[in-house]
């Protein structure tokens, strides 16, 4: 019932525009049962994969109660999960940001030999499924693979502990802020900065005043996207976490264990806590995009 | 035509931040190593050991007045072992069966003669495979041979990777056997019946579980007796019910310590008195709570209505020992990938 009640808001203005001289628009014009089948189709859509899913999530979080909700995080094991996630994000996230501009820096704004290579090279992480992405991190570091021994011998652990879920984060997440800032720098071209070195600004000004400014919103885009990816990480961190408890386990793979003991209110609460961040981007991303929109002439 | 880039002091307190963010990640992991114990275990004993824990910490504290913090790691017991291998640094492993103790022993983190340390071949307590049925048994499944009858369906995990649907695959293997007239042709054209009737295969027994239970698929679960009664106290006891075969197989979830891993960690005379507490009434007394079945006969006694009496053999007496089950019927290209083809 309420589908329909929007769409038929939605189709208001068709009045209006049917009035208009019937030639100038008839080739933009599709006939309203086309209209309203499609966005029907979509409004259904929409409500089956992304509404109806939140609202299971949230339901099932609070199905035995505000308090037991609450109840959910107070565990130590979640504290530790939560603790984990946050600290996690707090280092790839300033990594890849780093990384992120200065890679979109050197390949928008030089010419060199490789450049296509790099471009290639840095959405690696997007086209290898995670599961590898962190089978690799066992193979380098885990006690049979290449630089196993000599870190056991010196009593240094990577894979199965905090390092090794930070690098696989960091591994996964590696794209984001670079993907963001080379569209939007190779359209703004070199000019301005060209003009800056011309009146004598020195390298480090010239990005400070001319390159960032002009990039922020963008690289904000980017931070936020590559945040919610760090925090919401499932398979690579699962291969290379070793799953103890209060120890090495993230958010989701808190979530999954939660879930596998029947515990499946306390599985969604925490669950609802990383769908409450995936709203929060959503909306942080939107205010973004009508910056980003605002700006342009 | 940019010159060289200075870091500006805003910058460098930056990175140093950043840098003592992940130094501080590095040091976390290794303060963790005071007195804790890891244990890796499998997936159904998650209840069983956080119990089992609880005890053990206060006993240890009366004893000795040392405070002990133990960890716990699960997950299929095959990709656990795996993980052990890779580096996971277990003092102590508490897996499903004696096989993936045996791939740790073969890398040379534990004394290959492990099985002999504690009593009972290293299994404290044990367990065994029976069926969970739908309410009322609708299907009228009574035994090993009405699971081959047509239009049953069979929940079991991939016996690839979980040790629970090893153990499936060697009962229902085993039963064949000992039928009268009963010899390895049979068996394994009885198993390879078995496994045609199987839509699909979870990777781990808690998987099998949730598909059964939760998805409402299939008409049987072979499953572990703990994690049958696990499943109908935890969600329904009007949902569902246990049938417990004529013949089963004596399931052995074994015990040891990772001597790599504990003589580096200094933690070995607290790992040992750990898995020694297991043989101690108060420790199997537990197990029976948790619906595995105890080795200490006045334990036993009292919990007799609990666990009904099955008529189990052993792997070593059918089998020849897991030395000889799992090459011939697990390996890559063995028996069980030469009689399954997955559902159409």
Not at chain 1, 174 to 191: D, H, N, Y
Not at chain 2, 93 to 110: Q, S
Request: aromatic share 10%; with cysteine.
């Amino acid at each position: 019932m309420l589908v329909e009640a929007q769409t038929s808001d939605m189709l208001l203005p068709i009045p209006v525009a049917a009035a208009r001289p019937q030639a100038a628009l008839a080739p933009r014009e599709e006939s309203p049962a086309v209209r309203l089948a499609l966005t029907a189709v979509a409004l259904a859509f929409l409500g089956l994969f992304i509404v109806l899913p939140l609202v299971v999530v949230f339901s099932e979080a609070l199905q035995k109660g505000a308090a037991f909700y609450f109840s959910a995080f107070a565990e130590p094991a979640a504290t530790a999960a939560i603790r984990l996630t946050l600290l996690t994000a707090a280092i790839a996230v300033p990594v890849n940001l780093v990384f992120g501009v200065t890679a979109a820096w050197a390949i928008t704004k030089f010419e060199f030999r490789g450049k296509s290579f790099l471009i290639t090279l840095i959405d690696l992480p997007f086209s290898v499924s995670p599961v590898i992405s962190g089978l690799v991190f066992v193979l380098l570091f885990g006690l049979q693979g290449w630089l196993g021994p000599w870190l056991a011998e010196n009593d240094i652990k990577i894979v199965f502990a905090v390092p090794g879920i930070v690098l696989a984060t960091i591994f996964v997440t590696f794209p984001f802020v670079a993907r963001e800032l080379i569209p939007l720098m190779q359209e703004q071209g070199t000019a301005e900065e060209e003009a800056a070195i011309v009146l004598g600004a020195s390298g480090w000004q010239t990005f400070w005043r001319v390159t960032l400014p002009n990039i922020k919103w963008g690289l904000l885009y980017g931070v936020l996207l590559c945040n919610a990816r760090a925090m919401g990480e499932f398979g690579a961190v699962s291969v290379v976490s070793g799953h103890i408890r209060g120890l090495t386990n993230t958010m989701p793979l808190h979530i999954e264990i939660l879930y596998n003991e029947y515990n499946f209110a306390a599985a969604f609460a925490v669950a609802s806590l990383l769908a409450l961040l995936a709203l929060v981007t959503l909306v942080a991303k939107s205010l973004l995009e009508l910056r980003l929109d605002r700006r342009k002439p | 035509m940019i010159r060289s880039i200075i870091l500006s002091s805003d910058r460098r307190r930056f990175l140093f931040g950043t840098l003592s963010a992940v130094a501080l990640a590095f040091a976390a992991s290794a303060v963790s190593a005071q007195t804790t114990l890891l244990n890796v275990s499998y997936d159904p004993t998650r209840e069983l050991y956080q119990a089992f824990n609880a005890a053990f910490v206060k006993d240890w504290q009366q004893k000795t007045g040392q405070k002990l913090t133990i960890q716990q790691s699960h997950g299929g017991a095959g990709s656990q072992a795996r993980a052990v291998i890779d580096g996971l640094e277990a003092d102590v492993v508490t897996l499903a069966l004696a096989y993936d103790i045996d791939a740790i022993a073969e890398r040379g983190l534990l004394s290959c003669d492990w099985q002999a340390r504690l009593p009972n071949n290293s299994s404290p307590y044990t367990s065994t495979i029976v069926f969970l049925v739908r309410k009322g048994n609708p299907k009228g499944i009574k035994d090993w041979n009405d699971l081959v009858k047509p239009g049953i369906k069979i929940i079991t995990p991939n016996p690839k990777t979980s040790g629970g649907a090893r153990w499936n695959y060697l009962a229902a293997w085993g039963y064949a056997l000992k039928q009268p007239g009963g010899d390895e042709t049979k068996a394994r054209d009885f198993v390879t019946q078995i496994y045609r009737n199987v839509p699909v295969l979870d990777s781990g027994a808690r998987g099998s579980t949730t598909t059964f239970v939760q998805r409402g698929i299939g008409d049987v679960f072979l499953s572990w007796e703990n994690e049958a009664f696990l499943a109908i106290n935890e969600l329904g006891k009007d949902k569902f019910e246990i049938v417990v075969p004529s013949l089963s197989i004596l399931a052995e979830p074994p015990v040891t310590v990772v001597d790599k891993v504990a003589d580096k960690k200094g933690t070995r005379a607290v790992a040992e008195a750990y898995l020694k507490y297991w043989y101690t009434p108060e420790a199997q007394e537990i197990a029976a709570r948790n619906y595995y079945r105890p080795r200490l006969a006045e334990v036993q006694a009292r919990h007799a209505e609990q666990f009904p009496t099955v008529k189990l053999f052993t792997i070593d007496e059918v089998f020849g020992g897991w030395a000889k089950a799992q090459p011939t019927h697990f390996a890559e290209g063995g028996v069980f990938d030469q009689i399954y083809k997955p559902a159409r």
